[in-house]
């Protein structure tokens, strides 16, 4: 037999204390002396209370959930920024939900259709297909952030890390080991209206090749997906081109850890044949043979950036948003090129 439904009416009589001040308490509202509301409270975790989410969202406009739409699940560093999210929720009465947009802009415009019927009270978008100019226009109707993308026209609600210097330092740093042949895995992204963090990696490596009085080589730069696979394949597609590399920048550990496996196939060893770098500082990383030398990216504090940027949002206020800057990691995957 199905247990009861806890009512309101319930807690206000085991609390010896009137309907409306029950509901006072539960929405938290002031007025209400400190010894009713401990009574109250009491009374709610006596009776394992809980509220009727739906009836409540109804009643006051609002659902306390916020919509978030990644790209990868499984992803260290998407995975990071979501743990963060949550993290930064914690405090507060919201609750997340998740979609994966997968790397599809019709997918993603499903997951924000979904959301906002669903009255989320906020969305935030974990990078992304979707335009500047759709997001804008989102971000007109509802509560809206960005994370690890740079738009121009929502500045005040992107939350992103310097991808270009962060890239600039890695391949300077790859510079000032000897090399000067340096090859690059990016990988090719549909954005519209933006520039990606992929590209921005891109754009730092070539400047920094440019500042230290080298010419980018186009057959020294190959695409990727950003998935493992594709790393080896990228070290078959240099190797094709026959032009001389010392040293690879891979535009994320994934790839780095791809081309590794290709090089080893073909009997190279890193980093006495070739250094060998990559970007986010997977957990995986660390562990790789030989460790990797990467760029941390600070996901998890980018996240709960952007809990607490949306949470200001909702409440009307301007967020005020941290700048963030990737680490060079230093380990031992990269040899001075004599």
């Known amino acids: 037999m199905a247990q009861r439904k806890i009512t309101i009416e319930d807690i206000a009589q085991k609390a ?69 999210i949550l993290q930064g929720l914690e405090s507060s009465d919201y609750s997340a939900l998740f979609a994966d947009g997968r790397w599809d802009r019709v997918i993603e415009q499903r ?9 989320v009270d906020g969305l935030i978008f974990v990078g992304g297909q979707l335009s500047e100019s759709f997001l804008a226009e989102v971000g007109q109707r509802i509560p809206t952030v960005v994370v690890a993308r740079e738009l121009a026209s929502m ?32 990988a090719k992204m549909h954005y519209q209206e933006a520039v990606t963090d992929v590209e921005q990696r891109l754009r730092g490596y070539k400047q920094a090749l440019v500042d230290a009085g080298l010419s980018p080589d186009p057959r020294l730069i190959v695409e990727g997906n950003l998935q493992q696979q594709s790393g080896a394949l990228a070290i078959e597609m240099l190797l094709m ?42 957990a995986s990383a660390a562990y790789m043979v030989p460790p990797l030398t990467t760029v941390r990216q600070p996901s998890v504090q980018m996240g709960q950036e952007a809990a607490q940027a949306m949470l200001s949002l909702i409440n009307g206020e301007l967020p005020e948003l941290a700048q963030f800057h990737g680490e060079l990691i230093i380990r031992e995957s990269v040899a001075r090129q004599r």
């Open 111 to 119: 997951a924000v259709e979904t959301f906002t019927d669903r009255r």
């Open 155 to 186: 500045n005040s609600n992107c939350i992103f890390a310097d991808n270009f210097k962060a890239a600039y330092e890695l391949t300077n740093y790859l510079i000032e080991a000897g090399h000067r042949n340096i090859a690059h895995i990016t």
């Open 16 to 84: 010896n204390v009137s309907i409306s001040t029950v509901s006072r308490v539960l929405r938290k509202s002031s007025g209400v002396r400190a010894s009713k509301r401990e009574a109250v409270l009491q009374a709610v975790a006596d009776l394992d209370y809980r509220p009727n989410v739906f009836a409540q969202s109804l009643a006051s406009g609002q659902s306390m959930t916020i919509g978030v739409i990644t790209q990868n699940f499984g992803s260290p560093f998407y995975d990071g920024i979501l743990a963060g």
């Open 241 to 282: 081109e026959k032009q001389p590399f010392s040293a690879i920048f891979a535009a994320n550990d994934a790839m780095a850890l791809g081309a590794r496996l290709g090089l080893y196939r073909r009997g190279l060893r890193v980093p006495d044949d070739v250094s060998l770098v990559g970007f986010d500082d997977e």
